[in-house]
């Protein structure tokens, strides 16, 4: 597995006697669209904080992007993109504004940030509302606009957390268009989400109870695994083992 762009092994974060995130250990492939799944409380937002540096684990072994989480933090910041569950680009610039500054952060080029910006802009048809303020877009082009800028420095890994909430149907499935786009020009997708109609999308899926993985396979294998019709089966089975409730 040398070639796995995320690498656990007994992965742990405890704060005090609480143990958030126990043990966890799988690999992520590139360009493998990677769900990992859990109720509140589950360990899902404490894991994905040591994975994209945010939060030095407690013990265990990772590594992401070829970069290891305890010693080049840095460099899996510069090789990652990240798209929150709370829309994150800066309501009170343009669309444009906002794709300079999150491109210059990345490090990319003044060239390359108006080469880049602009391919950006006819990918999501939004050459017109280049000047407009981000607040002023409906929610589901403010997604789809936060994802694109997330890998507009093509990163090995984007991390997604819950990134369609609160977005009808029919535009969580044109997100789901970019996120297949990304994964076939070889992005790692590792998402969260609520919606088991979106597990189905993923090629692997990892359920997380109490802090411990309890399940890791495709949608197909785990469905069989648990004599189950669908994900959200899937889902509940586990979930109702969990004993506590709050990240």
């Not at 092994?9 to 143990?19: N, W």
């Not at 492939?29 to 407690?58: D, Q, V």
């Not at 510069?78 to 490090?107: C, H, P, R, W």
């Not at 420095?153 to 997100?175: A, C, M, N, S």
Request: some cysteine; charged content about 25%; overall charge negative.
């Amino acid at each position: 597995m040398s070639d796995a762009v995320i690498i656990t092994d007994k992965l742990t974060k405890r704060f005090g006697d609480f143990i958030a995130a126990n043990e966890l250990t799988f690999t992520v492939m590139p360009g493998e669209i990677f769900g990992f799944l859990g109720a509140n409380g589950a360990g899902k937002t404490t894991a994905m904080r040591m994975l994209c540096g945010l939060s030095t684990p407690s013990s265990g072994k990772a590594s992401v992007a070829g970069f290891d989480v305890y010693t080049e933090v840095e460099k899996i910041k510069l090789n990652i993109g990240y798209m929150s569950q709370k829309f994150s680009l800066y309501e009170d610039l343009t669309v444009m504004e906002n794709i300079k500054f999150y491109a210059g952060i990345y490090g990319l080029s003044d060239q390359e940030i108006a080469d880049k910006g602009m391919a950006l802009l006819q990918q999501l048809d939004l050459e017109k509302e280049s000047k407009k303020l981000v607040r002023e877009l409906p929610l589901g082009w403010k997604q789809k606009l936060s994802f694109s800028v997330a890998v507009i420095h093509k990163p090995k890994i984007v991390f997604l957390d819950e990134p369609t909430g609160g977005v009808d149907p029919v535009t969580r499935r044109q997100f789901w268009d970019l996120i297949y786009d990304a994964a076939d020009k070889g992005v790692t997708i590792f998402v969260t989400t609520h919606y088991m109609d979106e597990a189905e999308y993923c090629n692997r899926i990892s359920i997380m109870v109490d802090g411990f993985i309890r399940a890791l396979d495709t949608p197909d294998h785990l469905k069989q695994q648990f004599n189950a019709k669908s994900m959200n089966e899937v889902f509940y089975a586990l979930a109702r083992e969990a004993k506590r409730s709050a990240d």
